[in-house]
């Protein structure tokens, strides 16, 4: 920690603790959304990951079943902003995943609803939506890798120890 | 870095959200199986109609036919019973169907396809068992009332005895043993043959229906200006 770059404040280093702030709470509430639609119908969550045909099938229920509870446990852990940056990284890389198995979704030529928030499975043809879909998660992963960079935020449980980071 | 207060605080706040993260995901999924695995509950007004019902033929490639003999409109619907959609759409238009049945204006034409699970399966033939048995539109109902059960042998007998009071042996047999298996087949192949690629997928007198925009008002109106055969 050099005494001559911690003098200088600039307009970024005022700022982003509230970008932080909105990240995080912005992301906290996608992932508990997204986790909340789908826990309420099993059936529809597990046939949302089927639909990739991408894992055997004697995955596809645990995973179904298990991706949503893990979206509302990131979500909380975000709201509480414990380990923001850790929780940060490993909302990135489910997003990463998620974006990836749209593409490959896409490249394949299936006709799949994403299952994002709920539903998920088989869709008629011409009524996917992969862009919007990769699009709009491509912004999720923004928010996370903005948190993994500068994750000190408002009203946060890491705010305590401000020390360990930078 | 010197040694800091808040360090045995982190380390505890880091094993209670570690240990939380596993109760959620683990108690998430204990909670789904026990969703999927419990026993079916009541399905509303199952066994006040069966008398109107009349067991039916299952006839290989034919849908199972529900209401009245000689309605003018006939609406054919191609579901899976672990379609979501399907179950979302009979929960909006189920009541409407079924009352549309019972006054004889309408004959339903099921074909319940099989393509998703397992569960979809077992269910299809069960259909099938109830239908032969008597109780095919309550037990249909049931079914998607349902939907969030997995459909093992002991789930679809469940619904049986619940849907027809004691439900006869010889349906316990025709599930258990899938006595329908090849007809499940003929109607995924009939579906096919009539090009239907996804679920549900309706008719009204054989013209396609938009299922999108469909509201219990909107098939009434269908059903009641619909030409009569």
Same mark, same amino acid.
């Given at each position: 920690?050099?005494? %001559?770059l911690q003098?200088?404040?600039?307009?970024l280093?005022?700022?982003?603790?509230?970008?932080?702030?909105?990240?995080?709470? &912005?992301?906290?509430?996608?992932?508990l959304?997204?986790?909340?639609?789908? @826990?309420?119908?099993?059936?529809?969550?597990?046939?949302?990951v089927?639909?990739? +045909?991408? #894992?055997?099938e004697?995955?596809?229920?645990i @995973?179904?079943?298990?991706?949503?509870?893990v +979206?509302?446990?990131?979500?909380?852990?975000?709201?509480?902003?414990?380990? %923001?940056?850790? @929780?940060?990284?490993l909302?990135?890389?489910? #997003?990463?995943v998620?974006?990836?198995?749209?593409?490959?979704?896409? @490249?394949?030529?299936?006709?799949?609803?994403c299952?994002?928030? &709920? &539903?998920?499975?088989?869709?008629?043809?011409?009524e996917?939506?992969?862009?919007?879909?990769v699009i709009?998660d491509?912004?999720?992963?923004?928010?996370? #890798?903005?948190?993994?960079?500068?994750?000190?935020?408002?009203?946060?449980?890491?705010?305590a120890?401000? +020390?360990?980071?930078e | 870095?010197?040694?800091?207060?808040?360090?045995?605080d982190?380390?505890?706040?880091?094993?209670?959200?570690v240990?939380l993260?596993?109760?959620?995901v683990?108690?998430?999924?204990?909670?789904?199986a026990?969703?999927?695995s419990?026993?079916? $509950?009541?399905?509303?007004?199952?066994?006040?109609?069966?008398?109107?019902?009349? !067991?039916?033929?299952?006839?290989?490639?034919?849908?199972?036919?529900?209401?009245?003999?000689? *309605?003018?409109?006939?609406?054919?619907?191609?579901?899976?019973?672990?379609?979501?959609?399907?179950?979302?759409?009979?929960?909006?238009?189920? !009541?409407?169907?079924?009352?549309?049945?019972?006054?004889g204006?309408?004959?339903l034409?099921?074909?319940?396809?099989?393509?998703? /699970?397992?569960g979809s399966? *077992?269910?299809?033939?069960?259909?099938?068992?109830?239908?032969?048995?008597?109780?095919?539109?309550p037990?249909?109902r049931?079914?998607?009332?349902?939907? *969030?059960l997995?459909?093992?042998?002991?789930q679809?007998?469940?619904?049986?005895?619940?849907?027809?009071?004691?439900?006869?042996?010889?349906? /316990?047999?025709?599930?258990t /043993? $899938? $006595?329908?298996?090849d007809?499940?087949?003929?109607?995924? *192949?009939?579906?096919?043959?009539?090009g239907?690629?996804?679920?549900?997928?309706?008719?009204?007198?054989?013209? !396609?229906?938009?299922?999108?925009?469909?509201?219990?008002?909107?098939?009434?109106t269908?059903?009641?200006?619909?030409?009569h055969?």
């Amino acid at each position: 920690m050099s005494p %001559t770059l911690q003098k200088q404040r600039t307009r970024l280093d005022v700022a982003a603790p509230w970008i932080s702030t909105l990240a995080r709470f &912005g992301l906290a509430g996608i992932f508990l959304a997204a986790g909340l639609l789908k @826990v309420v119908d099993p059936q529809s969550s597990v046939q949302a990951v089927r639909g990739y +045909e991408l #894992l055997p099938e004697s995955l596809v229920t645990i @995973v179904g079943w298990a991706v949503p509870f893990v +979206e509302i446990a990131l979500g909380l852990l975000l709201a509480a902003g414990l380990f %923001t940056r850790l @929780v940060g990284v490993l909302c990135a890389a489910l #997003l990463l995943v998620f974006i990836a198995a749209v593409i490959s979704a896409a @490249v394949r030529g299936l006709t799949i609803d994403c299952g994002c928030f &709920g &539903g998920g499975g088989m869709v008629g043809i011409g009524e996917t939506t992969y862009g919007p879909e990769v699009i709009r998660d491509i912004g999720f992963l923004w928010l996370a #890798l903005w948190l993994v960079w500068k994750p000190r935020s408002r009203f946060s449980l890491d705010h305590a120890d401000q +020390e360990e980071i930078e | 870095m010197t040694e800091q207060p808040g360090r045995t605080d982190r380390w505890t706040l880091a094993v209670v959200a570690v240990a939380l993260v596993l109760v959620i995901v683990g108690g998430g999924v204990a909670l789904q199986a026990w969703r999927t695995s419990r026993a079916p $509950s009541a399905v509303p007004g199952a066994t006040a109609a069966p008398a109107a019902l009349t !067991p039916a033929n299952i006839t290989s490639g034919s849908p199972v036919r529900f209401g009245q003999p000689g *309605a003018p409109v006939t609406i054919t619907m191609y579901a899976d019973f672990h379609c979501p959609h399907c179950a979302d759409l009979e929960e909006k238009i189920g !009541p409407t169907l079924t009352a549309a049945q019972q006054s004889g204006r309408v004959t339903l034409e099921l074909y319940p396809m099989a393509f998703i /699970d397992a569960g979809s399966t *077992a269910a299809s033939n069960a259909v099938a068992c109830a239908a032969e048995a008597g109780f095919g539109e309550p037990y249909y109902r049931g079914l998607f009332a349902n939907s *969030a059960l997995k459909w093992s042998t002991s789930q679809l007998t469940a619904l049986g005895d619940l849907v027809a009071g004691t439900a006869p042996e010889s349906f /316990d047999r025709c599930v258990t /043993d $899938s $006595s329908h298996a090849d007809w499940v087949q003929s109607i995924n *192949a009939a579906a096919d043959a009539k090009g239907v690629t996804g679920t549900p997928t309706m008719f009204l007198n054989g013209n !396609p229906v938009d299922i999108a925009s469909l509201t219990p008002d909107t098939l009434e109106t269908m059903i009641e200006q619909a030409p009569h055969k």
